[in-house]
């Protein structure tokens, strides 16, 4: 058995709410034995929330609109050029002993993620992207503003993934990694439901305001 969380959007801050799930689960890295604990997960959340239109957001999803989701595939446009989501964030990363590694953006996710400098460099101290400074705190908040604006440019994507009401990411380890896919999916979807997507969107300190104002 394991436990994971399922990441529910709801109409209010803070907006998602973290339901544990306890689970079957299959070992192996194969695909088939991922797909076979994402069921298990989605079954064992089900039974406790029948009503509730669940969705995988990774690579190994069984959903095609997964797949698309996952900030490997799902893109950003910056000026002229587009980059996967996975590239814009590890491409921000200010150090205390250097970055941004602008590089990255140009670099597959996978090769971006595990760019040796992001371990060598010393501190996590900001974000930069396009010339503009963001900070660690809020933790996920610079990570969702990035997904949910790339989210936005894609209008059939977040029209589809607008129809589930939680979201699971069975690659995330919650003990090791704070920013999730699955995280700002539903903070997506609540936003939109509450009618408060386009304020929030108007730039980074309404996103702050409106999707952490209690928690600033």
């Not at 009401?165 to 995330?172: K, P, S, V, W, Y």
Request: net charge neutral.
């Amino acid at each position: 058995m394991a436990t994971r969380f399922v990441y529910k959007a709801i109409e209010e801050a803070p907006f998602v709410r973290k339901v544990p799930v306890e689970f079957e689960w299959f070992g192996g890295f194969s695909l088939v034995q991922k797909r076979r604990c994402i069921a298990s997960l989605h079954r064992a959340y089900g039974a406790g929330s029948p009503g509730d239109r669940v969705l995988e957001i990774s690579s190994k999803s069984p959903d095609g609109l997964g797949v698309a989701l996952s900030a490997f595939n799902l893109s950003l446009e910056l000026g002229g050029r587009v980059v996967p989501v996975e590239c814009a964030f590890q491409g921000s990363k200010v150090f205390e002993g250097g970055g941004p590694y602008t590089d990255l953006l140009e670099a597959s996710p996978r090769d971006a993620k595990r760019d040796d400098r992001l371990l060598e460099s010393g501190r996590l101290v900001a974000f930069e992207l396009a010339g503009e400074r963001y900070p660690l705190e809020p933790k996920d908040a610079f990570y969702n503003f990035v997904w949910i604006s790339a989210l936005r440019q894609h209008g059939d994507l977040a029209e589809a993934v607008s129809a589930y009401d939680a979201f699971t990411d069975i690659e995330l380890n919650p003990q090791r990694s704070i920013n999730c896919q699955a995280i700002a999916a539903a903070l997506y979807v609540s936003l939109v439901r509450s009618d408060r997507l386009q304020e929030a969107l108007r730039g980074f300190g309404s996103f702050m305001k409106v999707a952490y104002g209690e928690r600033l």
